[in-house]
């Protein structure tokens, strides 16, 4: 069965911290996304990684495809930044599903 | 540009009744997938049109059925309402979909409940 795990559940930390949220999956990939929804339901894009390492601003996303493992990195972390981080992969070719993780809730205190 | 928009943005529908849900993609966008959301399954893809064909389908029942419109705008319906069937719809949009390497763009949502 194709699986995509993420960890932790929940994440509480305080502002400026550096927070680390992982993704792994179970079988070959074509890609893995990395997806931010805020708290009344709106989703962003963040990354979409099939190889490597990308960066947005304090944003850092990392894939280790012998590994099966994916990293979502956060710098200086800032209150808005608490949402849900979602894990996304594309089995089977770039005709695939999206496979979903079960997300991760983050919460930063100032 | 306008982003994605999703209507209606809440829906209250009794147990047997359909619904339809409609998106408009960002113009020029020529994909528009479907996802549904809720607390005990997360996000799970329901299925995927581009330039009026579905492409891809996720494991859902044939009472979700969708069809997309020549401007790109997509409809999904769901017949015969079960209660399970309550929770947050998603559409995103992307130039090239699943198939692709480009970023797709979230909608609002619109949030299912049946009574």
């Known amino acids: 069965k194709n699986e995509v795990e993420q960890s932790p559940q929940n994440l509480t930390a305080q502002e400026g911290e550096f927070i680390t949220i992982n993704c792994s999956y179970s079988?070959?990939?074509?890609?893995l996304h990395w997806l931010q929804q805020h708290p009344g339901g709106g989703i962003v894009s963040l990354f979409m990684?099939?190889?490597g390492k990308k960066k947005h601003g304090r944003l850092i996303a990392t894939i280790n495809i012998q590994e099966k493992h994916s990293s979502l990195h956060i710098t200086a972390s800032h209150p808005r930044d608490s949402a849900v981080y979602i894990c996304?992969?594309?089995?089977?070719?770039?005709?695939?599903?999206?496979?979903f993780g079960k997300g991760t809730k983050l919460s930063v205190k100032p | 540009k306008a982003g994605v928009t999703q209507t209606p943005r809440y829906l209250i529908k009794t147990r047997g009744q359909q619904v339809t849900l409609s998106c408009s993609p960002i113009?020029?966008?020529?994909?528009v997938s479907w996802y549904q959301q809720t607390p005990g399954q997360g996000l799970q893809f329901l299925f995927e049109?581009?330039?009026?064909?579905?492409?891809n389908k996720g494991n859902f029942p044939g009472r979700f059925s969708g069809r997309q419109f020549s401007n790109s705008r997509s409809e999904m319906n769901v017949s015969t309402l079960e209660l399970g069937d309550s929770a947050l719809y998603l559409c995103?949009?992307?130039?090239?979909?699943?198939?692709?390497?480009?970023?797709?763009?979230f909608g609002p949502g619109t949030r299912l409940t049946v009574l």
């Open positions: 995103a949009s992307s130039f090239t979909g699943t198939r692709g390497t480009d970023t797709q763009y």
């Open positions: 079988v070959g990939i074509s890609a």
């Open positions: 990684l099939s190889s």
């Open positions: 996304a992969v594309r089995y089977g070719g770039s005709q695939g599903n999206l496979i």
């Open positions: 113009s020029g966008h020529r994909s």
């Open positions: 049109y581009f330039s009026e064909t579905q492409r």
